[in-house]
């Protein structure tokens, strides 16, 4: 019930449009009923000749008397509109045909209205919970994503939203449109005739009774006949797959027999399901007929007796007609609600999910680096148990250029990610000239921290937009300056449309060199005093990577930078080089430092080739 109500909330800024929706119902229903009304004026009024009139006029004197409620009302609104109109028109008959006209006209009229005011209202809503869910989205962090996977939380944005939509689209339309007009007809059923309402009542099940069953038999054997095709399908797929391996073994008769087996099964099964199917209209149409036929003969002694007259009969058969339809849709308001609930449930449990790297209260302001970014024993573990960082120290001097080399999976990436606090340490901290960074804003942090990696997302815009990715006016002259210190504006230039070229069209398919070329372009525009690069050659071949690597040495100039490489020689002028493994700092140095230590860089330079 909770998702539900919560749900009904989003409609709180849309409920100008729900008031004129359940205006625009209760006048479908007022409308409807008073169409139903009409029907006895032009039973009794309109299809009689002038001895049949005067008789009908006496009966429905008799049939006047007990009116009540609903009718009461009605027939004193209709001898006033009678009144009024006598004096335009020329006879009883057109006055009645007209204002049936009317009726008619002003419940479609209504239906439309409210129709409309009910999507509009109902869309709207689901708008804005799709916003607040992307909202949600985008303030969460790495952790989270760890746990839900990306198809996962499509779905929740896309599948469940359209469940939503659907139920209210479809289901809760009908429920809301029908619900006022059932109450309508209802109350005009009762106060036109209550004892014939009565016995109608008692009737009615009979009705609905054979639909809900056959329906549900229906179900059953249509599902026994679909798995049978199943089987039979298994055969024919084995067959023909293995028609050589058939043949081979002699074995035709033995296939023949074994899919003569299962289409005999397949056609008992689909026998049976239409069976029920041809079943279903004969009866429903013969208890019907039963149903209706009873009614017929109450009501033939009721007129009889004169106390209804065959207008009102008339009526009343078709108000039972008008209660049909939305009875039966209201059937399946139920699941379609239950759908609805259980996929608002898993949107609300996504909006609901608490966000783990987040501003503290009082967050400061980060402006940059003056003397150094400083690693103190970090800790860190994606999972209990599983530790990654391990009392990791390091020091970046502001401005320098600070290497960090390892075997795969000793934890180079992650420690890249803790600077960004895509992820928080587990312990010890992160510092910038003293102050930790948990301490400043995370989005004042990240702005000062321009990020390469070696896979780079380009979004489905402009070469421009993907550059000035995330800035609201874009300087030209910047622009190009950046293009051409990543050496991306020679192919840039190529494509048709230069910098107004989309990326992902065919006639942009970028390679991984340029793609790479772009994010260094893109880390440039930005301009951020901290760097970091996370192995942005390593998925490139030599010849790739030479460009990118100048396009880098111009990113890092006056940079605090981190720059984390898989072959050493790209990193051997690095003003220090740190070696990782097993999730701390083992050896720092320059290059030439390590290689006269001869501990763990020196292995690894000797196995790349680097010393003789
Ligand atoms: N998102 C993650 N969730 C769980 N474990 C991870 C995740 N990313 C990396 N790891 C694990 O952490 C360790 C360090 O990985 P990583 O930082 O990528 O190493 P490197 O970049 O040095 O190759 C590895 O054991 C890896 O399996
Ligand atoms: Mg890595």
């Not at 209210?168 to 059923?189: E, H, K, P, W």
């Not at 006949?225 to 024919?236: I, K």
């Not at 680096?369 to 990791?392: C, H, M």
């Not at 990715?469 to 190529?494: C, H, S």
Request: with cysteine; hydrophobic share 50%; glycine share 6%.
């Amino acid at each position: 019930m909770r998702p539900l109500l919560r749900l009904l909330g989003f409609f709180r800024p849309h409920l100008g449009w729900v008031a004129v929706a359940v205006a625009g119902m209760v006048g479908v229903a007022f409308s409807a009923v008073f169409m139903l009304f009409l029907i006895k004026p032009v039973f009794d009024e309109v299809l009689v000749n002038a001895d049949q009139a005067v008789a009908v006029a006496r009966a429905a004197r008799a049939d006047r008397i007990p009116q009540v409620g609903v009718v009461k009302a009605l027939q004193e609104w209709f001898d006033v509109a009678k009144e009024e109109l006598r004096r335009h028109l020329p006879s009883d008959r057109s006055i009645i045909l007209l204002l049936a006209f009317l009726a008619v006209v002003s419940k479609n009229v209504f239906v439309y209205l409210g129709n409309y005011a009910f999507f509009r209202s109902g869309l709207g809503a689901v708008k804005d919970l799709r916003d607040r869910l992307m909202d949600a989205l985008l303030a969460q962090s790495a952790e989270f994503y760890q746990r839900q996977p990306t198809a996962t939380l499509m779905s929740r944005a896309t599948n469940d939203v359209e469940q939503i939509t659907n139920a209210i689209s479809d289901r809760l339309s009908n429920l809301f449109q029908d619900s006022f007009t059932l109450l309508g007809v209802l109350a005009f059923v009762f106060s036109l005739h209550f004892k014939l309402a009565v016995a109608s009542v008692i009737v009615a099940p009979l009705l609905v009774w054979p639909l809900v069953h056959f329906a549900q038999r229906l179900r059953r054997r249509a599902f026994q006949s679909q798995e049978r095709l199943g089987e039979m399908n298994t055969v024919l797929d084995e067959v023909l797959k293995g028609q050589r391996v058939v043949k081979a073994f002699c074995m035709e008769a033995f296939e023949a027999a074994r899919f003569r087996d299962a289409t005999s099964k397949h056609f008992r099964a689909n026998l049976r399901a239409r069976k029920v199917q041809a079943m279903t209209a004969p009866v429903m149409e013969i208890l019907g007929a039963a149903g209706f036929l009873a009614l017929f003969a109450y009501a033939s002694h009721l007129i009889g007796r004169g106390e209804m007259t065959v207008g009102t009969f008339s009526s009343f058969l078709f108000s039972l007609y008008a209660l049909y339809a939305p009875i039966k849709r209201l059937n399946n308001v139920n699941v379609a609600l239950q759908t609805a609930i259980a996929s608002a449930q898993r949107v609300f449990q996504v909006i609901d999910a608490p966000v783990v790297v987040r501003d503290a209260p009082g967050a400061r302001t980060f402006s940059g680096v003056r003397t150094e970014i400083r690693f103190a024993a970090v800790q860190f573990a994606y999972e209990p148990d599983k530790p990654v960082l391990t009392g990791l120290d390091l020091v970046i001097p502001a401005g320098q250029v600070v290497a960090l080399v390892g075997p795969s999976g000793a934890g180079k990436s992650t420690l890249a990610q803790l600077l960004p606090r895509f992820w928080d340490v587990t312990g010890g901290a992160i510092l910038v000239d003293g102050v930790d960074i948990r301490d400043y804003s995370l989005a004042s942090l990240r702005a000062h921290i321009g990020l390469v990696t070696q896979e780079t997302v380009l979004f489905n815009t402009t070469i421009r937009a993907n550059i000035a990715y995330g800035q609201k006016t874009v300087d030209e002259e910047r622009l190009r300056r950046a293009a051409q210190a990543a050496f991306a504006e020679e192919f840039i230039l190529e494509f048709p449309g230069g910098y107004d070229a989309v990326v992902g069209e065919a006639a942009v398919r970028l390679s991984g060199g340029q793609r790479q070329r772009l994010a260094v372009a893109r880390a440039l525009y930005k301009d951020p005093p901290i760097l970091v690069l996370d192995e942005a050659t390593s998925a490139l071949d030599a010849e790739a990577e030479a460009v990118v690597q100048r396009a880098l040495d111009n990113l890092m100039r006056g940079r605090t930078t981190l720059v984390i490489a898989h072959r050493l020689a790209t990193v051997r002028h690095a003003d220090s080089i740190a070696v990782m493994d097993g999730g701390r700092i083992v050896e720092q140095g320059t290059h030439v430092e390590l290689l006269a230590t001869g501990g763990v860089y020196r292995r690894l330079a000797t196995l790349q080739g680097m010393v003789d």
